[in-house]
């Protein structure tokens, strides 16, 4: 039936046609900002989620930056065992030699100082960023040890938190195990042999501590290379849980614009018909 008060067709029409435009609208907007989420609004439970990964996001970036300078603040450190290990060799050499009878014991004695004084400055030197591990204090501050941050923790929607491992000072200046500096000086065969068993006490500290170091440097860049990839596994989670996807949300377009056309050409039709009612007769 046809009413010249009101054209339900028209409006029937008129309804779907704004339906479709709204549509297209928000695929057009999708496409434009590569988001299908893009704020609260949009989905407020899954904008919340993904709020929150991308806070860890951040804060795996920090962590992983960390990591980084902790891991060259160990590593020097090793470095440092590891020269001061390879003197210690050569300080093991020249007390053997000096087991000899016949030794010069006063010029070993002095190479073993000069040698003395090499390790110490190669153990000053074992520093990055202000922090030295062959230290007994590694930072000027009191501290015998060096906290690095390995990784976030957090359990559901709680407030989370970092968790640590710390790395222990070598303490080459402190230990009675690396005494270097009451040695006992060498002046006869005897005294050659109280100073090769001190030396070897020490030699064994150094290379123990270098391998510590070496492992504590080794767990260090583990660790940044698994947060690396947690990052990206959480950055892809993101994502997929907010991001456009452009083959579906194309085909949507096209499908949509499909349905405008048909949906303004209903309403033309529509519009028309009351123009029917002339033509009675």
């Known amino acids: 039936m046809t009413s010249i008060n009101s054209n339900s067709g028209a ?3 008129l309804q779907m046609l704004g339906g479709t435009v709204d549509a297209r609208e928000d695929v057009q907007n999708d496409i434009a900002t590569g988001q299908k989420i893009a704020s609260a609004q949009d989905n407020a439970a899954v904008w919340a989620i993904s709020q929150m990964m991308q806070s860890d996001l951040s804060g795996y970036s920090a962590i992983s930056d960390s990591l980084s300078l902790d891991e060259a603040t160990v590593a020097v450190a090793a470095i440092g065992a590891e020269r001061a290990s390879d003197i210690l060799v050569e300080m093991k050499e020249l007390a053997i030699t000096a087991t000899a009878g016949n ?19 190669v153990i000053s030197a074992s520093q990055f960023n202000g922090v030295n591990l062959l230290n007994t204090d590694i930072d000027g ?7 690095v ?3 976030l923790t957090r359990q559901g929607s709680a407030a989370g938190g970092v968790s640590t491992i710390s790395i222990d000072s070598l303490n080459f200046e402190g230990s009675p195990n690396f005494d270097i500096e009451n040695r006992t000086p060498i002046t006869d065969s ?4 109280a100073a090769l068993g001190e030396i070897e006490g020490f030699l064994r500290y150094a290379i123990e501590g270098a391998a510590a170091m070496g492992a504590a440097a080794s767990q260090i860049s583990d660790q940044n290379d698994f947060i690396g990839k947690l990052s990206d596994t959480v950055q892809m989670g993101i994502s997929n849980i907010r991001d456009t996807q452009m083959e579906e949300a194309s085909a949507r377009l096209t499908a949509l614009n499909v349905q405008e056309q048909l949906g303004t050409l209903s309403l033309s039709i529509a519009n028309a018909s009351p123009q029917t009612l002339l033509s009675i007769s």
């Open 190 to 193: 005897s005294s050659a042999i």
């Open 149 to 151: 941050s390995e990784s």
């Open 141 to 147: 501050n009191g501290a015998s040890a060096l906290t």
């Open 11 to 13: 409006m029937t029409a």
């Open 103 to 121: 030794a010069d014991f006063a010029t070993i004695e002095t190479q073993l100082a000069h040698k003395t004084e090499q390790l110490n400055s």
